[in-house]
């Protein structure tokens, strides 16, 4: 419900560059401004503060939201033909949450699921444009040999020649607009041209994170659906990590397009938890610190919900909390709160 509200909110306030007033309060600024939290939790401001009222006055005009939506992430989706290799362009899309599929076991982790998220799939209704183009080639040629073999037959003057001749030219056209599509584009669109649609063949699909957001919000999915239509609650235990490195799971500088091999193959490092995994991890923003958890409790259709904080650890020594962040900064685990409707506070 926050991130879709987020959403409703910034789409309703996207400025519009037929607004005057947005272009006239949005001039190009000299100096930037740049905001610093300090040890006491206050807002220090460098630059001028003509400037900073400045950009607040163009934020209020267009009723602009001053952040991004900090749940706001981007996967990477793809979709390869086994039989003859050909590879789709890599789609992308965004997600506020991953819903990742409890598996069903006694005990798992979080990386188990995110496993099962980004697993090389087999599908077997995937109909392949490649494919569909080499079999609506193969039945152009085909059509071709058949028109020059009656062709042949007929009198050159007679108005069935001619039907055939434009007949002729016209596959022969298509033939050339399908040739050029399997040499440089086989998503190009091919207007006027009948696509003969081939029996789906196997193919693999894979989705992996792209980009990764600032709040990365899990949702475990412990729907178990039966036979019977009924719907009943996966309780397998999943242990929680403070930290959480999804550099396996997300997508590197390198692309692989084969249709079994990975988007991006994953870190040789990947797995082993030290020091410096963490910090190459945090280096890309892949190192997550476990912050909240709001757990289900009961049956799959009733039930109560609680919610677990995390608060960090306060120093009265802003040169401890310093170190803390520099040197290693997956070591602070603070405390946790717990906070229920159910329970009575005193």
């Known amino acids: 419900m926050v991130s879709s509200t987020l959403q409703a909110t910034m789409r309703e306030s996207d400025p519009s560059l037929f607004n005057s007033d947005f272009l006239a309060n949005n001039a190009p ?14 807002s220090r401001s460098v630059g001028s503060e003509q400037h900073l009222l400045r950009r607040r006055s163009s934020t209020a005009a267009c009723r602009m939201p001053p952040f991004a939506n900090p749940l706001l992430g981007m996967a990477a989706s793809r979709i390869a033909c086994v039989k003859c290799g050909y590879t789709a362009a890599i789609r992308h899309f965004t997600f506020d949450n991953l819903s990742l599929t409890v598996p069903r076991a006694r005990s798992t982790t979080v990386e188990e ?3 099962m998220y980004t697993v090389i799939d087999q599908l077997d209704d995937f109909k ?21 073999a009656e062709l042949a037959e007929l009198d050159a003057a007679s108005k069935r020649a001619v039907r055939h001749n434009a007949s002729l030219v016209a596959l022969v056209d ?20 009948d696509l003969v649609s081939p029996q789906p063949g196997a193919s693999t699909k894979q989705t992996m994170i792209a980009r990764a957001p600032k ?39 390198h692309i692989n397009t084969g249709a ?21 991890a945090q280096r890309n923003n892949c190192l997550y610190r476990l912050n909240s958890v709001v757990l289900h409790t009961g049956a799959h259709n009733s039930g ?40 009575t506070l005193e």
């Open 215 to 253: 709040i990365l919000v899990l949702h475990l999915s412990r729907s178990i659906f039966l036979p019977t239509g009924d719907t009943v609650k996966n309780t397998a235990h999943v242990r929680l990590q403070s930290l959480l490195d999804i550099s396996p799971f997300s997508t590197t500088g």
């Open 128 to 148: 392949c444009r490649y494919c569909t183009v080499v079999a609506t080639l193969a039945q152009i040629r085909t059509d071709i040999q058949k028109c020059q």
């Open 260 to 280: 079994s091999r990975p988007i991006s193959g994953p870190d040789t490092s990947a797995g082993v938890a030290s020091a410096d995994t963490f910090a190459k």
């Open 29 to 42: 600024i000299e100096n930037s401004i740049i905001s610093t939290t300090g040890s006491s939790g206050s």
């Open 174 to 193: 298509q033939q050339h607009r399908l040739e050029h599509a399997l040499a440089n584009n086989p998503e190009a669109e091919l207007k006027g041209i």
């Open 304 to 343: 109560h919900y609680v919610a677990y904080r995390r608060v960090p650890h306060t120093f009265d020594n802003p040169s401890d909390e310093a170190s803390v962040k520099t040197e290693q900064p997956w070591t602070d685990d603070g405390r946790w709160f717990m906070l229920s409707d159910a329970e």
């Open 113 to 115: 699921c995110l496993s």
